[in-house]
């Protein structure tokens, strides 16, 4: 028989209220050691006892009483109906950090079977980060509802329950590794936007990582994911945040109606954003927009299937095999911004000069009518087929990969092409300097330079890589990179740090009685930010989907989840 659970008294709401208002009492300039205080006072007059406990200098006894009052919280609510045996409204104490592993959460904005840099990257890095004994890791990824699988998902792949999803994933990820990959998947809600082709986050995605596992965060897409971000502060959560910055936005923005405006405010807002919400900012390529705490440093590799297939065909050559059967090819979504416009200005101007030069075209997407029919008009030699991947067989073959997209920051299907030595004609661009180093990889600044490199790709065999080319290429140099830029190596060697409890990273810091200006400014802006995203009217003002500051109700279904109503009741109506 269940044993009956007392409701909350009065001390208790006020020591969890106090509790929950930490952010908005950290804004209004009160010591968070202050509201611990508040808390332990509040929580020790529970039941009408009265019981003194000193606060003792590692603040361990702070954080029993937390654990203690999450704990009461979470059996009351159980105690209403509401029960899910894995996922946000857990036990808060059955998460032990018993052997001081530190916990990587890494929260981005897509996922398999979607083919994007946003689902795939994550993932890798997931994966590789986990075979260190130092960390334990999670991969936060959006889960969709049904009609919004059927917008983004391809061949007709749904899924019913998370659980189906991460089996997918798990399955995909563990044919391309060559080791078994050992961190949780964990899901938030989210929906799709037709408009912006994008998985925008539904709530507060910062709750999906419990207090006792938030310790580090990687937030893939930090401007994106944080857009309409309206809950918890990531600072004031996480001990250190990172953001990798994926996309180029402002070079999409531009291309479309009203564009030079657009992109003017939405620059400014990814700065307000990366400052508000994370400690260090790494950008892809120089590609991206400057912003805050930012530095350039690839930390992507390709994945390990496209290096064996390299080494494969090296070792074919050098038996005497001819490998390049085919010449150029050109593979990548089918919308303009992904190079196509370039591909056909190029093809169209130097028709003559490129008389006999045929080019293979693989993609889907909303432009793949007007590609064709634009091809058509100019009478280029482009012959079009349906996406495939990188990987396939059929093209193996090819000699010469040729990506004329400036729109890029990093593109994953050139690292792929060089992994597979073959040539790369691609553009002297910032989303490129990475790529320069390599032989095979030749670059055009004109049109004219563009006909000369194609020529030279066509007439020659590419060079076969290096080992210490292809460790530059591999995730295992990837991860190095990101340890090494994010500052996580110093994080994670930090002998004097307690995971899992925000700006607890050292026992022994003094919290000074006066705040860095610059932290005042981040909380500010933070602040400002919480109360605008609060705001419907402004939320859709600026595009967001309708509905997004929570989550519905078909998502609580799906995920398990309270509905928002009662995590965030409304008093007085």
């Known amino acids: 028989m269940m044993q009956e659970v007392p409701p909350l008294d009065l001390t208790e709401i006020l020591a969890y209220l106090v509790r929950q208002s930490g952010p908005f009492l950290d804004q209004l300039g009160i010591r968070r050691d202050l509201c611990d205080k508040l808390v332990q006072m509040f929580y020790s007059k529970r039941n009408g006892r009265l019981m003194y406990h000193p ?19 979470a059996r009351v609510l159980e105690s209403t109906g509401y029960h899910k045996d894995e996922g946000f409204w857990n036990d808060p104490a059955q998460y032990k950090i018993s052997d001081n592993r530190r916990h990587v959460a890494i929260v981005t904005t897509a996922s398999l079977p979607w083919m994007t840099g946003t689902a795939i990257n994550p993932l890798f890095r997931a994966a590789y980060l986990a075979r260190s004994a130092k960390q334990k890791v999670t991969l936060v990824v959006p889960w969709l509802s049904k009609s919004d ?13 998370p659980e189906e999803q991460e089996t997918y994933i798990r399955n995909w990820l563990q044919e391309r590794l060559g080791f078994q990959a050992d961190f949780k998947i964990s899901f938030y809600p989210g929906k799709f936007s037709k408009e912006r082709r994008s998985i ?9 990582i419990s207090s006792k596992e938030a310790d580090i ?15 918890k502060r990531w600072t004031d ?52 927009q400057d912003l805050p705490r930012s530095v350039v440093c690839n930390v992507h590799g390709v994945n390990p299937k496209f290096l064996n297939i390299g080494e494969k065909l090296a ?16 593979l990548g979504k089918m919308v303009w911004a992904k190079g196509y416009r370039e591909l056909i200005d190029l093809l169209s101007k130097h028709k003559k000069d490129l008389e006999g030069f045929k080019i293979d075209v693989y993609g889907n997407g909303e432009d793949s009518e007007a590609v064709q029919t634009s091809a058509r008009k100019f009478e280029l030699s482009i012959n079009f087929f349906k996406g495939k991947d990188h990987a396939d067989d059929s093209l193996h073959g090819y000699k010469v990969f040729i990506n004329p997209s400036v729109s890029d920051v990093l593109c994953t299907a050139t690292s792929e092409a060089l992994a597979m030595g ?21 670059t055009y600044k004109t049109s004219e330079e563009f006909v000369a490199r194609v020529k030279e790709a066509m007439a020659s065999e590419p060079q076969p890589l290096t080992p210490e080319q292809r460790y530059s290429l591999s ?7 990101f340890m090494e830029y994010s500052e996580l190596d110093k994080v994670l060697n930090n002998t004097n740090g307690h995971p899992g409890r925000g700006g607890k990273i050292n026992k022994a810091r003094k919290i000074p009685l006066l705040p860095k200006l610059s932290d005042v400014v981040d909380g500010g802006l933070a602040f400002a930010h919480h109360c605008l995203t609060g705001n419907e009217i402004l939320r859709l003002a600026t595009g967001a989907i309708p509905g997004t500051r929570d989550y519905d109700k078909q998502q609580c279904m799906d995920l398990n989840l309270l509905p928002p109503q009662v995590q965030h009741p409304v008093y007085g109506w």
């Open 200 to 208: 925008i986050p539904a709530g507060d995605t910062s709750q999906f």
């Open 422 to 442: 073959k040539f790369v004609v691609c553009a002297d661009h910032p989303s490129n300097d990475f790529f320069k180093p390599f032989p095979n990889c030749l």
């Open 149 to 161: 699988q059927d917008l983004v998902y391809p061949n007709n792949i749904t899924f019913s329950a």
């Open 55 to 73: 606060l003792s200098e590692d603040g361990t006894l702070a954080e029993n009483i937390t654990e203690e009052l999450d704990l009461r919280i």
């Open 315 to 330: 070792a074919e050559r050098k038996c005497g095999q001819m490998v390049f059967s085919k010449g150029a090819y050109f």
């Open 217 to 231: 965060a990687i937030l893939e897409e930090p401007e994106h994911l944080n857009w309409y971000h309206h809950g």
């Open 475 to 481: 995730w295992e140099a990837a991860t190095e990179r």
């Open 237 to 288: 959560k996480f001990n250190h945040v990172i953001g990798v910055v994926h996309t180029n936005y402002l070079e999409y923005i531009k291309r479309e109606k009203n564009g030079a405006i657009q992109s003017f405010l939405v620059k400014h807002i990814n700065n307000w954003v990366t400052r508000a919400y994370c400690h260090k900012v790494l950008r892809l390529s120089a590609a991206t």
